[in-house]
């Protein structure tokens, strides 16, 4: 399952085949309590035009939308997209579409960019390369919020620390200082530099 770039698309797709929501995204007490802090790190906008990556059936997209003039969520996985695109369905400024990361990232730009347990996917050049996207298609000030379960899994290139180092590493995002390492995932805000 895992390839040079990590585990492929059809992988994703399989599993939410398999199950409409693989890893509990809705119910799990973890994902409820850590979609809030993720909510909470995003700050409540008003955001112009927001950009979500890996954002699954869109558990997290809803939240963001009514601070959002304009979302847009990416996944791989077109069963996923279809269960945000119904989950979306009553706001008509947020949008999913079926994207893989880092080949089909938008042009923006966006003053939130949004990574929740999507990137430690990536290998170590697609993490770079989302990375340096963020930092392009930001405005100043805008804002990249990641958030990683730091544990371990069989189908993961990296890691949650690598991720942060990775995106810490960028000299045009300044690191705000209000992320934290809770309790099995951490959260990391960035802000394009001016
Ligand atoms: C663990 S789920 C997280 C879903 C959601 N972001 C959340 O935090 O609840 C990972 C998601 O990332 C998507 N994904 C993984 N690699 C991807 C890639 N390279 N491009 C786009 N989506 C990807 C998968 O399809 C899946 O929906």
Do not use: N
């Amino acid at each position: 399952m895992t390839g040079a770039a990590g585990p492929r698309p059809d992988a994703f797709e399989a599993r939410y085949r398999a199950h409409p929501d693989p890893w509990d995204t809705l119910t799990a007490p973890y994902e409820v309590a850590k979609r809030r802090d993720a909510l909470e790190a995003c700050g409540p906008g008003p955001f112009a035009r927001a950009c979500e990556l890996g954002a699954g059936v869109g558990a997290l997209t809803a939240g963001l939308a009514p601070r959002c003039a304009q979302l847009l969520a990416l996944d791989a996985a077109p069963t996923a997209v279809a269960a945000a695109q119904a989950r979306l369905a009553p706001l008509p400024h947020a949008h999913a579409r079926v994207a893989s990361i880092p080949a089909d990232l938008p042009p923006g730009p966006f003053d939130l960019v949004v990574a929740s347990e999507v990137l430690y996917y990536l290998d170590a050049d697609a993490l770079e390369a989302v990375a340096a996207w963020a930092a392009r298609v930001l405005t100043p000030g805008g804002r990249l919020v990641a958030v990683h379960w730091t544990g371990t899994a069989d189908d993961l290139r990296t890691d949650a620390a690598t991720v942060a180092a990775t995106l810490r590493a960028r000299p045009d995002l300044r690191d705000t200082g209000a992320g934290d390492v809770l309790d099995g995932y951490r959260l990391d805000v960035l802000e394009r530099r001016p």
